[in-house]
């Protein structure tokens, strides 16, 4: 089951010119992703743009959702409800599948853009096509013409083009039937093809375009022997924008049947909140009236939970943690402000010595006298951004103690959360609860930490275990976890972490560690200062939690564990997580996940993971799923460090099952990257 904090957001009530609704070449078609209505185009959507569509076609209803991670690339899944056919449960029939497009060329003055695509890749592939498209604007009109296989070649205009380079080409081979979860490589781009294209037109008022298009697909041939009586090959529809943001299609297909659909788009670039914080001190602010009361001022206006301040000849240094602000930057420039006026006339720097659950990770250093001429003249600013030094920390531990924190802290916090699963068969699964978490330090490097939930509504009586797998149910108890008790403890650890030498990060932990297991673990994490790549391991003795998520067990254990590489390609920001090890179930294998982090702070990934049960797997044979993290300051008008995490997966299986732990090192030394500093450095005026 996926966590996601409960938010909400309002969409404006009128159309405007920033977002994608109305825009020619930008709507989404019938399947999702961009394009006409049955047909795609070779047009992308701006970076990071996330679009949720609907539609209806009889007999068929459309769930959409596709994301544009880079500029080249766009991906997203689906869900096709047959309407006229029985499914295997709560008789419904559900098709799912993934699409991926590529851009090859961009437009130019004189050439179209060319993109190649693919859509249900792997599953059923019931739908599945692939396509070649080109598009090309005239002033109010867009114009795409393409070649597809598959559902959008059914018509089969022309033989297979690709035959002579291979008989394979020649024939298209059968979908994967109802078992799915693989590739099927001798489908793509094989078999005849036929010719597609289509037109929109941007309307003299703005929130209209209109659409036609010729389709490939002659609906003789539709999956479950459910052909669809076609009278003419041409579409025609519309585009209604509602608001920036929303927009309403429909449409007239196959010449006798209507389309209807809605969509709704969402900037996870741009992602954003006006702010309601504190404002920064002025300059000429009175100082507090002790060392213990600017702590408490650093940590109320520049979000800085402070362990030591201290000072050494020139120089005041404020160890600190971070707590509010994403930016490093916004809480130094606050900062700089409450120590100028608080510092005596002998301190000419500033020092932030940066840590996380008692891990140095990284050391800045201010000038004073160019911080005060930056913020009072413009002309300033560009001496003192150069005149920031920023570098591994280091301990010295040297000078006066003008202030030192307790080391022993307790805070708590109750609100409500959900939890959610949808990609399954059963539809989507909700649990709306109370929890109530609370955590003690100990010491800067260890603290207890637990939480439990109370649910206030569910509809978890509709999961139904279905997979097929002969591996040890170590995941698909989790129907039995979430109706057994309204309430559970989710987790209650102790953890501990250590600098083990400049680049080496150790973390031990034990007791209740998820809602399934329990046990003890370690990680190891090697992570020089701004490196683009990372190494480390964990290593865990984990036993199955009872079904009541009380304090008892059940006799189920394992010793699971992997070696997780981390590398920043340099390619889109992409981040790629390797880790190979052992699974949940005792299984051995891999899973590659590859992310990238939005300037907005959203981070959007996808994860593979191939193991060696082979045939015990179950359906698919490997695991597979999407996620997205949000920060939560993105919905509302403070600034947090908090963030929140949805998952998609298709199935919920015992292979490939991984723990879940609460903390990892990577993300607690994330500070040691040195272009998130510079990447927000602009916020350290606000």
């Known amino acids: ?216 697909n002659d609906y003789s041939n539709e999956p479950q022997d459910n052909d669809q009586v076609q009278d003419s090959r041409f579409n025609v529809g519309a585009r209604l924008a509602i608001s920036d943001n929303v927009e309403l299609h429909t449409g007239w297909q196959r010449g006798n049947t209507a389309m209807a659909g809605i969509t709704f788009n969402l900037d996870l670039n741009g992602l954003d909140q006006l702010k309601n914080d504190p404002p920064p001190q002025p300059l000429d602010a009175a100082p507090q009236a002790s060392w213990a009361a600017a702590s408490q001022r650093l940590n109320e206006n520049a979000g800085m939970q402070v362990e030591r301040i201290s000072r050494q000849g020139d120089s005041l240094t404020v160890t600190a943690r971070p707590g509010r602000f994403r930016s490093l930057a916004q809480s130094e420039g606050r900062a ?55 570098h591994a920390r280091l301990e010295n531990g040297a000078g006066e103690t003008l202030h030192q924190a307790p080391a022993q802290r307790f805070n708590w916090q109750l609100g409500p959360r959900l939890d959610q699963n949808f990609g399954g068969p059963d539809g989507y699964l909700y649990r709306l609860k109370a929890q109530l978490s609370a955590e003690y330090q100990t010491d800067p490097n260890g603290w207890f930490s637990g939480s439990m939930a109370w649910t206030v ?68 994490l090697y992570r020089e200062f701004d490196a683009p790549w990372a190494l480390g391991a964990d290593i865990n003795w984990v036993r199955q939690r009872d079904f009541d998520q009380r304090f008892d067990l059940r006799d189920y254990s394992v010793w699971t564990g992997h070696i997780n590489a981390y590398v920043e390609t340099g390619v889109e920001d992409v981040l790629a997580k390797l880790s190979v090890g052992r699974y949940l179930a005792g299984d051995i294998g891999a899973t590659l996940d590859l992310s990238r982090e939005f300037d907005s702070g959203v981070r959007l990934g996808a994860f593979g993971t191939l193991t060696d049960a082979g045939d015990d797997f179950g359906e698919g044979s490997f695991d597979k799923g999407l996620y997205l993290t949000i920060p939560l300051d993105a919905f509302f008008t403070f600034s947090s460090r908090n963030s929140t995490t949805l998952r998609w997966q298709p199935l919920t299986r015992d292979g490939g099952a991984r723990l879940s732990r609460r903390y990892d090192l990577y993300t607690i030394t994330q500070e040691r990257d040195l272009d998130r500093y510079w990447q927000q450095y602009d916020t350290l005026w606000q």
């Open 336 to 390: 700089n402000r409450i120590l100028n006026a608080q510092a005596d006339e002998e301190i000419e720097t500033f020092r932030f010595d940066w840590e996380e659950r008692g891990l140095p990770l990284r050391e800045s250093v201010h000038d004073r006298e160019q911080f005060v001429q930056a913020t009072t003249s413009a002309d300033h600013e560009y001496a003192y951004r150069y005149g920031i030094y920023t």
């Open 457 to 524: 509504a569910d509809n978890l009586g509709n999961y139904e275990y279905i997979a097929n797998s002969r591996l040890p149910r170590v995941r698909t108890f989790v129907g039995d976890y979430l109706s057994e008790s309204p309430f559970g403890i989710e987790n209650l650890q102790y953890t501990r972490t250590a600098k083990v030498s400049d680049n080496v990060y150790a973390m031990g932990y034990g007791g209740i560690l998820e809602m399934m297991y329990a046990g003890v673990g370690a990680e190891w």
């Open 1 to 216: 089951m996926a966590r996601i904090t409960l938010v909400a957001f309002f969409l404006p009530n009128v159309a405007a010119a920033d977002g994608l609704a109305g825009q020619l070449g930008h709507g989404q078609s019938d399947f999702g992703g961009v394009g006409i209505m049955q047909t795609p185009t070779a047009r992308m959507n701006p970076l990071g743009e996330m679009s949720v569509s609907a539609s209806r076609t009889e007999p068929y209803r459309r769930y959409n959702v596709f994301v544009q991670p880079t500029r080249w690339f766009e991906g997203g899944f689906r869900y096709v409800s047959v309407e006229n056919r029985p499914g295997p449960l709560y008789d419904r029939n559900l098709d799912k599948g993934f699409d991926a497009k590529l851009r090859l060329l961009e437009e130019t003055r004189y050439w179209p853009q060319l993109a190649v695509g693919a859509r249900d890749i792997g599953g059923t592939t019931l739908f599945g096509a692939e396509y070649v498209a080109a598009s090309k604007r005239w002033g109010n009109f867009d114009f795409t013409a393409g070649l597809g296989w598959g559902y959008l070649g059914a018509a089969s205009d022309i033989d297979s083009p690709f035959g002579w380079l291979a008989d394979r080409f020649d024939n298209r081979s059968a979908n994967s039937g109802s078992g799915g979860g693989e590739l099927n490589f001798g489908q793509y781009f094989a078999g005849p093809a036929a010719v597609f294209g289509g037109v929109e037109y941007q309307t003299p008022w703005d929130p209209l375009i209109l659409q036609f298009e010729y389709e490939g």
